[in-house]
């Protein structure tokens, strides 16, 4: 059996220790480890765990139909589960909650009268229904965001004495070549399996890079067929369209997302409920343009200029149809720009309490900016060893930020105001500021 050790675990934790905690609602596309996070959450941290599937047990349904009590309904599901649940002690798992609403409103009764019951769920979709606010009880639940594996937990699972090394890395200490390399190989590895926690048991498993390419391919057609099943007002065809073009709109120069690249004469009406969709399922991670690089970034949003990214780095690259060898072999390679930043999006997420954007001006672009604190960072992200772009260190040399960031395939060194930070270190980035 391959484990995964996964950073989620962690916030898993802390909210079981909480106080003032909530029910917990998983978000995220599907396939990234939902339910195996829940039920490993059981057995590790409590006395026992339940599980119950609404996909799978219609009957379920009946339960939360017609009672509102949750000592009711904690005790037909003790029944149905064949033990006691125990407050504290026992974790209540509810999968696939999308298909009862019910058993979704019903967290609120948890919250207000039996909040002693830890009771965790999630579902394929659901950040989509949580996205209209009459569907849940807003403000009764936690919520937290579970997404393909990151980097690091990447080499954690791929190579346990390097993933040792990595977390060893202190700010600017200096990376010693033999390390460098191994990582670098491992970041290549990550952009071709990505961070489906299927393609990486896989790879473990069998070192064979065809599977993973078909488990890949599997998933994609999955995800499409999803796009068809949805029961909204928007058109699936539409949703399928925006997330077909991702491949084409990222390759243009400047990647902005244009509707008419979706389908000729296409417009901001026809498919922007179509993105927000996607974004919502956690299918595309959207990065604003903003007017100013000043704090707060969110209130210089543009919000009709934006680019579109793939949730998981290996899926885009398949999606794109870059063999393997471009990036194995290859120092330059078709593709290789929009490749780099989808990593270092995908990695960047979660970080700092404010999503990235980026800026763009006739004169030139700074690929990502981010916000700690009162602070704005420039980050540059290099899928090789080339220089700096002209835009980033004009904006350096006439903003003086306190840090500014490039992402490449040098070592990890300091340049001036420049910072070069090897890719493989973006997920450790805060820690290294």
Known sequence: MIFLKRNALQELLAWKNREDRKPLVLKGARQVGKTWLMREFGKNYYASFVYFNFDEEDELKSIFETNKSPE??????????G????????????????????????????????????????????????????????????????????????LSATDEPLYTYYLSIEKEQPIEAIFHTRL???????????????????????KDPKRVTQIQQELITIYENDF???????????ILMVFRSIVSQLAKPNEKFMYGAVREGGRARDFEEAIEWLVSAGMLNRVYNVSKMEHPLSAFDRLDCFKLFVFDTGLLKHMAGIDNSAILLKTDYQFKGPLTENYVLQQLRGQFD???????????????????????????????????????????????????????????????????????????MKELL
Not at 72 to 80: A, F, G, K, Q, T
Not at 228 to 238: D, P, T, Y
């Open 184 to 206: 670098l190989d491992a970041y290549n590895s990550y952009l071709i399996i990505g961070g489906m926690p299927e393609c990486v048991v896989s790879w473990v498993r069998y």
């Open 354 to 428: 404010i999503a990235p954007r980026y800026f763009a001006t006739g004169s030139g672009e700074i690929d990502f900016v981010l916000q700690h604190g009162t602070e704005i960072i420039p980050v540059e992200a290099k899928g090789g060893e080339n220089k700096s772009a002209p835009s980033f260190k004009r904006y350096v040399s006439e903003a003086e930020p306190k840090h500014a960031i490039r992402f490449s395939k040098h070592g990890y060194l300091k340049n001036g105001r420049i910072t070069n930070m090897p890719l493989y270190l973006v997920r450790k």
């Open 83 to 154: 033990e006691k649940i125990l407050p504290e002690k026992t974790l209540v798992i509810f999968d696939e909650i999308q298909e009862c609403p019910e058993a979704l409103n019903a967290l609120k009764y948890f919250r207000e009268k039996a909040n002693e019951y830890h009771v965790i769920t999630a579902g394929s979709m659901l950040g989509t229904l949580l996205a209209q606010p009459k569907s849940y009880p807003v403000g009764m639940v936690n919520l937290l965001n579970i997404h393909p594996l990151t980097f690091d937990e990447f």
């Open 228 to 238: 068809s099943k949805h029961n909204g007002k928007i058109n699936s065809g539409r």
């Open 72 to 81: 009711r309904i904690i005790e037909l599901l003790s029944l149905i589960a």
